[in-house]
């Protein structure tokens, strides 16, 4: 349990900061658009109605890649999680050692840069999709699920024996799964280890036959 804590506070942490400021470059941007407009002065209705529309959007689009940046921070400290699995449902799997600090923290952050970018990309189909439910929750879901079973797959094979056979089995629904239980309280944090377990037996069941 401590990895998914000590996971989750440096994923809230980085949520709280990439809100802020995405509030402020959005807000900075939409003063500059209506200094145009004199009828548009700040503090009226319209500034205030879009202000608040666009920092309730990025609330939306962090609450839903929170999970990539969980998943993300997790993998400095799931190794433990992955030595209990394999302790306890496949002893006769003998893993790699764990992976040094620094080269983690590259993966980590590589992973949670791709998935930010990916986010941001979409960000448009999904403002779209919030005006036509319930497109914009699936869309969101399908996505992140996507990027988390890929995400989880790759921290899982870092640790696999070296002929471990690859295969190029997408683990998506594992992963939307996960950002599905990731909007319910409390379950949100077992996700990660539900996905972890999940997508390690399956590659283990996948090399067996």
């Known amino acids: 349990m401590k990895p998914v804590i ?3 506070m440096l994923s809230l942490f980085t949520l709280v900061i990439l809100i802020i400021i995405g509030t402020s ?3 900075w941007v939409f003063d500059s658009l209506l200094s145009y407009f004199d009828s548009y002065e700040k503090g009226s209705w319209i500034r205030i109605a879009a202000q608040s529309f666009i920092a309730v959007f990025l609330f939306l689009l962090g609450f839903f890649f929170f999970g990539s940046i969980h998943a993300g921070f997790l993998g400095l400290f799931i190794d433990d999680i992955i030595d209990a699995i394999q302790e306890k449902h496949h002893p006769d799997l003998i893993l790699r050692p764990a992976p040094k600090m620094l080269p983690a923290a590259i993966i980590s952050m590589r992973l949670i840069g791709l998935s930010l970018f990916v986010n941001l990309i979409a960000s448009p189909l999904f403002l779209i999709g919030w005006f036509l439910p319930p497109l914009g929750i699936i869309l969101q879901i399908g996505l992140n699920g ?3 079973g890929r995400e989880y797959k790759v921290t899982i094979e870092q640790r696999l024996p070296e002929d471990f056979r690859q295969s190029s089995q997408s683990f998506a629904l594992y992963g939307t799964l996960g950002a599905t239980l990731w909007m319910i309280p409390f379950l949100n944090f077992f996700a990660p280890l539900l996905i972890c377990a999940s997508v390690f037996h399956a590659k283990a069941k ?4």
């Open 6 to 8: 000590l996971a989750s």
């Open 25 to 27: 470059a959005a807000g």
């Open 146 to 148: 996507f990027l988390l």
């Open 206 to 209: 996948n090399n067996q036959q």
